[in-house]
């Protein structure tokens, strides 16, 4: 083999996610939201990130005042019961709890009145609409701040309607919002707009945490894709994130 073909026809090497440590984002709480559904699949969804070199999750069940009205006394609950399982089960990892906040009026009156969810030095995590921008985004993010709270926007690159206006990514950021990024997007999961917009995320250095956003089993095909992406490894790469600090 000549020295061009080699060179060419070498396979970039797989991503290793070890080097992130946590996972800010998931649901592995079963039967209380879209995730997973029972104890036996919430350890083969935790096994799945555990083998991907994981070595901390914070999982995050959805909070929703119209559908998932999950409190706090009740992920805390389900969070002991899944941790009695891995114990059981012999799986070394650590497991936290904080939540998904949708970005809605009823979460915007709990704030200042209900203690939040959070994970590693007080940070939120909240989603917002995929269909219309959300009206109170920047009432709740101040007021978030006020009380001590440093949020972070889910999977921002999964909002079409800023798609044409990607200067809003730089407003948020600006006003003091991280920006968590799925890893399901960078390997086009969410299509190929969403990935694109991951991409130029990473590229302008504006994402500060990686999450996984597990769900279910066929995530982990979704990650072991992601793992050859060179966004991904870009993204590792930088400074710019801080899983590996929580």
């Known amino acids: 083999m000549s020295f061009l073909s080699s060179l060419f026809g070498r396979k970039r090497p797989d991503a290793d996610l070890s080097v992130l440590r946590t996972d800010v984002h998931s649901h592995l709480i079963p ?3 879209d995730g997973s559904v ?3 699949n919430s350890l083969e969804l935790i096994k799945g990130l555990h083998d991907l070199g994981y070595r901390k999750l914070i999982t995050t069940p959805h909070i929703m005042s119209d559908f998932y009205r ?3 006394e009740v992920i805390l609950q389900g969070l002991a019961d899944v941790r009695e399982a891995l114990k059981s089960n012999n799986i070394d990892i650590q497991l936290d709890a904080a939540a998904e906040y949708y970005c809605d009026h009823d979460f915007e009156l709990k704030i200042g009145k209900e203690e939040l969810l959070t994970f590693g030095d ?4 909240f989603e917002l609409s995929y269909l219309n921008p959300t009206d109170n985004f920047d009432t709740v993010t101040f007021k978030l701040q006020l009380e001590g709270y440093k949020p972070v926007l889910a999977h921002p ?3 079409p309607y ?3 206006s990607f200067d809003k990514y730089s407003e948020i ?3 003091g919002v991280l920006l968590q990024v799925n890893i399901a997007s960078i390997a086009g999961h969410y299509g190929t707009v969403a990935k694109r917009i991951a991409e130029r995320l990473i590229e302008n250095n504006m994402v500060d945490l990686l999450g996984s956003d597990m769900h279910k089993t066929s995530h982990i095909d979704v990650y072991k894709r992601a793992l050859k992406e060179p966004a991904l490894h870009r993204l590792l790469a930088s400074e710019t994130l801080i899983n590996s600090s929580l």
């Open 38 to 40: 029972s104890i036996e």
């Open 157 to 159: 690159e999964r909002y």
């Open 122 to 125: 007080r940070y939120l995590l």
């Open 173 to 175: 950021r600006d006003k």
């Open 31 to 33: 039967g209380i939201d």
């Open 162 to 164: 800023w798609y044409q």
């Open 70 to 72: 999950n409190s706090p």
